[in-house]
């Protein structure tokens, strides 16, 4: 767990700069932020972990819960929960913090892209809405709301997924899988709907904020045993990322990227996380036995 109380930049006002705490889920090397305006005490919580054991079945709310006291201690009023994306190595907690706070639960528009992708995989049927009705608020490109008196706008990145998203908050910007820590690069594109071009046009978006920027990652797997970390900068990214600092093009970068993504196997996670977080957070509806069944397709991811 980790936190930034000061803006990078000290000639910016106070009242703009957000106080970012991080929960870091060691199971998935996920990281679950709690973001909120000082001034008011208005929060946002993105990229909520619901712990899964996929040999047993179940889920629990250990991780998210120490989340949850933490804004109960913190006497915070949360507005949000914000999906960067549909994730496919963590179950989403959106549901569980719905039920607790009463909030609705925001994803990027472009969710009915994944949603039309997975319901021909899983044979969903036109049961399954793909409309993104799921969620409570689709978010649309540079849309722009508040968080008390913290700005929040939206950043369409796709490239990992169609519908991954980036919040940029005050001085502040949440990611996503779209970058890693400079030690480690980037996000895979290989996942259906991906597009390693697009990934590459979405990090120079990323990478077109100002230089002091703090960027936080969704992930980190600590690459040479270092301790894990997810705050970054702009200017860090530029100069360092493995994958896609300054001086290499769109060409350069998707050759690496997809050598690298034919070399990696699917996260062990994907089946059954697609299928939640599609919905939103919510398992499949319990059949008539009461039980709620997630599927697994033979043969057909690479």
Not at 3 to 22: C, E, I, T
Not at 80 to 87: D, P, S
Not at 93 to 98: F, G, N, P
Not at 192 to 200: C, K, R, T, W
Request: contains cysteine; charged residues 20%; proline residues 7%.
């Amino acid at each position: 767990m980790a936190s930034r109380k000061q803006p990078l930049d000290s000639n910016q006002p106070v009242a703009v700069a957000p106080q970012v705490q991080g929960f870091f889920h060691q199971p998935s090397c996920t990281i679950t932020y709690v973001v909120h305006d000082p001034g008011s005490g208005r929060a946002a919580v993105i990229d909520p972990v619901l712990d899964y054991d996929p040999v047993s079945g179940r889920s629990s709310t250990g991780f998210i819960d120490n989340v949850v006291a933490y804004i109960e201690a913190g006497e915070l009023q949360v507005d949000w929960i914000l999906e960067t994306h549909a994730h496919a190595d963590h179950l989403s907690a959106a549901q569980h913090l719905k039920r607790l706070l009463g909030v609705p639960v925001a994803i990027g528009e472009h969710i009915r892209d994944v949603q039309r992708i997975f319901r021909k995989l899983f044979n969903l049927g036109d049961g399954f809405a793909i409309n993104g009705s799921q969620f409570d608020r689709l978010l649309r490109d540079g849309e722009h709301f508040a968080l008390g008196g913290l700005d929040v706008q939206v950043l369409h990145t796709p490239g990992h997924t169609p519908a991954c998203v980036t919040y940029v908050i005050g001085d502040c910007a949440f990611i996503g899988d779209t970058l890693f820590m400079p030690d480690y690069g980037t996000a895979r594109a290989d996942f259906p709907g991906g597009d390693a071009g697009s990934l590459y046009r979405s990090i120079r978006r990323i990478l077109d904020l100002p230089n002091e920027t703090c960027l936080c990652m969704c992930h980190d797997y600590a690459p040479g045993g270092r301790e894990p970390a997810w705050e970054t900068t702009v200017a860090e990214q530029r100069r360092d990322n493995v994958q896609v600092c300054d001086g290499v093009d769109e060409a350069q970068f998707v050759r690496k990227r997809e050598a690298r993504d034919r070399s990696l196997d699917m996260p062990r996670l994907i089946l059954p996380s697609v299928q939640v977080n599609i919905r939103a957070g919510r398992f499949p509806e319990p059949e008539a036995n009461g039980v709620s069944y997630l599927k697994i397709p033979t043969n057909v991811l690479n």
